[in-house]
T-cell receptor, first 116, second 113 residues
Framework: DADVTQTPRNRITKTGKRIMLECSQT?????MYWYRQDPGLGLRLIYY???????NKGEISDGYSVSRQAQAKFSLSLESAIPNQTALYFC???????????????FGSGTRLTVV | QQQVKQSPQSLIVQKGGISIINCAYE??????FPWYQQFPGKGPALLIA?????SEKKEGRFTISFNKSAKQFSLHIMDSQPGDSATYFC????????????FGAGTRLAVHP
């Protein structure tokens, strides 16, 4: 099984619908992140969380919300999807320990979301 | 504004050649500079990283060169192979203990046989 699992892998939804993207991890990491990937724009941070009680907005949080249900689970919701939220979404985790080996992110395989 | 500018957007290299991808930043509050490699249908994976107090780091065929005064860093792939064909992202970590990364726009590398 993958260390970081994202579901669904692909989703097509209609404008105005609420949709939830889920992420679960077996790495035991306490830090989790949601990024959005668009061609020519790279990866942009939506939300991040350092534990169940800690949720922080990233650079493009408008139109999104998150829930950290447990250390291993971090969900991203689009309350009312719009076409410009069509993108590839990635969940990532990292450890909180010191040292360079703990800085690296482990990414899931992504969710391709299309809003029509 | 915290930004990392990456170039070129795409790169074609012949097998055995050297691939060079460049990144530049303006914010001096970055304290760690990783590179990620992404294959189609997969999430990015950490390739190599450098701290700003080091000018060069080499791991196998991959080398990061870091110029602190110019606020630039680059990835060199020596003896490029078709299996290196992927999208590469540079990134910079915002100092302060939160391990937040700002990514460049990505470079799509194609290595032709």
């Amino acid at each position: 099984d993958a260390d970081v699992t994202q579901t669904p892998r692909n989703r097509i939804t209609k404008t105005g619908k609420r949709i939830m993207l889920e992420c679960s991890q077996t790495k035991g990491h306490d830090r989790m992140y949601w990024y959005r990937q668009d061609p020519g724009l790279g990866l942009r941070l939506i939300y991040y969380s350092f534990d169940v009680k800690d949720i922080n907005k990233g650079e493009i949080s408008d139109g999104y919300s998150v829930s950290r249900q447990a250390q291993a689970k971090f969900s991203l919701s689009l309350e009312s999807a719009i076409p410009n939220q069509t993108a590839l979404y990635f969940c990532a985790t990292s450890d909180s320990g010191s040292g360079e080996t703990n800085y690296g992110y482990t990414f899931g395989s992504g969710t391709r979301l299309t809003v029509v | 504004q915290q930004q990392v500018k990456q170039s070129p957007q795409s790169l074609i290299v012949q097998k055995g050649g050297i691939s060079i991808i460049n990144c530049a930043y303006e914010n001096t509050a970055f304290d760690y500079f990783p590179w990620y490699q992404q294959f189609p249908g997969k999430g990015p994976a950490l390739l190599i990283a450098i701290r700003p107090d080091v000018s060069e780091k080499k791991e196998g065929r991959f080398t990061i060169s870091f110029n602190k005064s110019a606020k630039q860093f680059s990835l060199h792939i020596m003896d490029s192979q078709p299996g290196d064909s992927a999208t590469y992202f540079c990134a910079a970590r915002i100092s302060g203990g939160y391990n937040k990364l700002i990514f460049g726009a990505g470079t799509r590398l194609a290595v032709h046989p």
